[in-house]
């Protein structure tokens, strides 16, 4: 087993999320909390035991409630907040084993540094035919700031430096999954534009919400006057305002799984199929010729 590269500064992270909670901007709370509800409510199993982790767990697992009456719901995170049930880091997920028929995360694994060890952690805690659930940032989020910190920076400072997390795409995620162990896994991504009045507003957002830079490889060069000036002359010029307003990209990516069980349907084995597709079809089958 490789030791996973540490690309994030957790402590940083869970500093600058507990020292700017007041401050956080709400909407992608509230985008991911309304469509995660949303696909609880479809799902039949007999989910008795529900821990949700990340920011606005509290407000998911009270409005989960009306939902599932009988089920036990916890709620967590990895900075307190007044009515937390856990307190964890992602890394370090303390559920014994097979003890939860469903985990929900709410934003934090795109600052994971190890991902693959994080789900393999969540897929142990789950009982057979257990739920995990689970919102994350994708590769698309803030690909405006992006291009335009590499154009500031390679104008005015002759080179760059890391500024934004690489995020994991979304056509990445079914695969890692599968490598934690688990099965019949959904991969969807939902790609939202967020408009702001200047670039500082947006700057202000991604500090609330724990987004500002906190790659360990980051520069610590304090910004200055004539950076800042570059950076919003860059953004402006990849990305023209609308009305006098800037827009930023946010994809959000959710994720469904489930913990293997006997009573999930598999694929059915290759040359078992009991009726041809051509019959299905209602089409003609014709043999491939093979090269002599």
Do not use: C
């Amino acid at each position: 087993m490789t030791t996973p590269p540490v690309i994030f500064d957790r402590s940083l992270i869970r500093h600058r999320r507990q020292r700017w909670a007041r401050s956080a901007p709400q909407f992608l709370n509230e985008i991911i909390i309304a469509d995660l509800l949303a696909r609880l409510a479809i799902v039949n199993r007999p989910l008795t035991r529900i821990a949700a982790h990340g920011p606005g767990s509290l407000t998911l697992v009270n409005s989960l409630k009306g939902l599932r009456t009988t089920a036990a719901l916890y709620a967590s995170d990895s900075v307190p907040f007044d009515g937390a049930a856990l307190l964890f880091d992602e890394e370090a997920v303390p559920f014994a084993a097979e003890s939860l028929s469903g985990f929900i995360k709410l934003l934090g694994l795109e600052s994971v540094n190890d991902i693959p060890g994080t789900l393999a952690q969540v897929r142990r805690s789950l009982a057979p035919d257990g739920l995990f659930l689970a919102a994350t940032l994708g590769g698309e989020t803030l690909t405006e700031l992006r291009r335009a910190w590499l154009a500031a920076e390679s104008h005015v400072l002759g080179g760059t430096s890391p500024r934004i997390a690489p995020f994991v795409h979304v056509r990445e995620w079914g695969a890692l999954l599968q490598r934690a162990g688990f099965a019949l896994p959904v991969v969807d991504a939902d790609r939202r534009i967020v408009r702001y009045p200047d670039l500082l507003a947006l700057m202000r957002d991604l500090r609330g919400l724990g987004l500002a830079n906190a790659l360990l490889a980051r520069s610590r060069r304090p910004m200055t006057r004539r950076l800042l000036t570059g950076l919003m002359e860059a953004y402006a010029a990849h990305v023209p305002p609308e009305d006098g307003r800037i827009s930023a990209t946010f994809e959000i990516i959710y994720l469904t799984a489930w913990s293997p069980h006997e009573s999930q349907p598999k694929p059915l084995r290759p040359g078992s199929a009991a009726k041809r597709l051509a019959d299905a079809l209602g089409v003609k089958e014709t043999p491939l010729k093979r090269d002599e």
